[in-house]
């Protein structure tokens, strides 16, 4: 190497110690050296940005300051793989930051060699994957609200063909009642997605009565009226639009499922107020006796309150009355159209 930076820069070409170690200390990952006993012996400047200490701080001290409690094991584990000769690759963790504040990070420990090839030490390269850990798990809910959909979607769909059946007089009455209540199913779908582009002021503003008129739309039944909207309208807009769209298609697929529309006679009232706030009041009658649900809330109870809290700032409740249930909603007026 020595030889090589020689050719580069000539004279003044610097030390192979030098040059690396000007390398170290410029990384953007944290590289920090410590004896076999855990002592810390150096300390770059990628490791006082993710860790939050300077290297005054931490050199001298044992490397275990860094690690919670619940992982010193791994540090045993760690050493005892590198008194052996081996090298720890892309071990993903959890360290403690000065703060005391968790990081989620990558680790690559090597050993350290002097002059005769013992090994004395070891070198840590910690690399912060806390966004990549975000993102996998975004991936993660995407891939269980893709799921979730997919199951409500055939749930819907298996409705309404019972729906259809109830009250076609042919085969091709069948058909046509299908069709009509499928393309009002995407049409509702289609009001749940996001807009990709990120910009909300793309998605069209409508109001709240036109909103649920396409969403509903799909569960009438030909000459009854199962579903009632009653009260004030308002405009809705934005991301608003999406959420509430959402949140519409998911209390109406738990109704075909296990509510009042679940049963020939069940129906549902739907009481809007917008003085100070959005209040909407879901009503079901003539379906079938509801109970609680258990603690353990399913993926749509999830994607409901990341809706109603995170999206709308917004919040919910329940009555699981003998008669049906009720749903009360609140939300913000000037997050309506947002």
Avoid: C
């Avoid at 296990?258 to 129906?267: E, K």
Wanted: aromatic share 4%.
């Amino acid at each position: 190497m020595s030889d090589n930076l020689t050719r580069q820069f000539g004279s003044h070409a610097p030390s192979a110690d030098a040059w690396l170690a000007a390398i170290v200390e410029n990384s953007d990952d944290a590289i920090i050296s410590k004896t076999l006993g855990g002592i810390i012996t150096s300390w770059n400047r990628g490791a006082e940005h993710l860790f939050g200490f300077e290297a005054k701080e931490t050199i001298g001290l044992p490397i275990t300051i860094l690690i919670p409690d619940d992982r010193l094991h791994e540090e045993t584990t760690i050493i005892g793989r590198i008194r052996a000769g081996e090298r720890v690759d892309h071990y993903e963790t959890v360290r403690r930051r000065k703060d005391g504040s968790l990081v989620d990070v990558s680790l690559t420990v090597s050993p350290i060699r002097d002059a005769d090839g013992t090994i004395i030490g070891a070198s840590k390269i910690a690399r912060d994957i806390s966004e990549r850990k975000r993102e996998r798990e975004r991936q993660k809910l995407l891939l269980r609200e893709m799921n979730h959909r997919i199951k409500n979607l055939f749930a819907i769909t298996n409705a309404l063909i019972t729906m259809s059946q109830r009250s076609a007089t042919s085969a091709q009455d069948l058909a046509d009642n299908l069709r009509r209540r499928i393309v009002s199913l995407a049409r509702a779908h289609d009001l749940t997605l996001p807009d990709l582009s990120g910009d909300v002021t793309d998605r069209s503003s409508t109001t709240l009565f036109s909103l649920f008129d396409a969403v509903l739309a799909v569960h009438r039944e030909d000459g009854r009226q199962r579903i009632e909207i009653h009260g004030s309208d308002s405009p809705v807009g934005g991301s608003a639009l999406t959420s509430l769209a959402l949140l519409l298609h998911e209390f109406a697929t738990n109704a075909i499922k296990y509510g009042a529309l679940s049963l020939p006679d069940g129906q549902i009232r739907i009481d809007l107020a917008t003085d100070d706030e959005l209040s909407l009041i879901w009503t079901e009658t003539g379906g079938p006796a509801v109970t609680p649900p258990g603690e353990s809330a399913g993926f749509g109870s999830l994607l409901e309150r990341v809706t109603i809290e995170g999206s709308l700032s917004g919040s919910i409740t329940r009555e699981w009355r003998p008669e049906g249930l009720r749903i009360h909603l609140r939300v913000p007026l000037e997050n309506l159209t947002r």
